[in-house]
């Protein structure tokens, strides 16, 4: 099965904090680049993505917080489906 979703909803459950966190150790990251971009509302049209590589690793304390939130509330939300996926 594949459900194709928006880079929106990717980001704003969490997922691509949590991918970046592992790609990190790497050297890598996942960018999204906004064509008018909204800081207020954190969203924007999606312009660009693509992998490269960085210098830095980890994100800061405020960043590492709110994607705990994020990813928690995606899997309280979601566990059901992800558990029944597990077992067809």
């Not at 990190?24 to 924007?44: P, S």
């Not at 990813?71 to 067809?88: G, H, M």
Request: charged letters at 40%.
């Amino acid at each position: 099965m594949v459900e194709k979703r928006t880079w929106q909803e990717f980001r704003e459950s969490g997922l691509l904090w949590w991918v970046n966190r592992i790609l990190h150790t790497f050297g890598w990251a996942i960018v999204v680049d906004f064509d008018k971009y909204d800081k207020e509302t954190d969203c924007g049209e999606v312009k660009e993505v693509y992998p490269a590589r960085v210098k830095f690793r980890g994100f800061d304390e405020s960043s590492e917080t709110e994607g705990f939130k994020k990813v928690s509330k995606y899997l309280k939300n979601n566990i059901e489906v992800i558990e029944k996926e597990t077992r067809e």
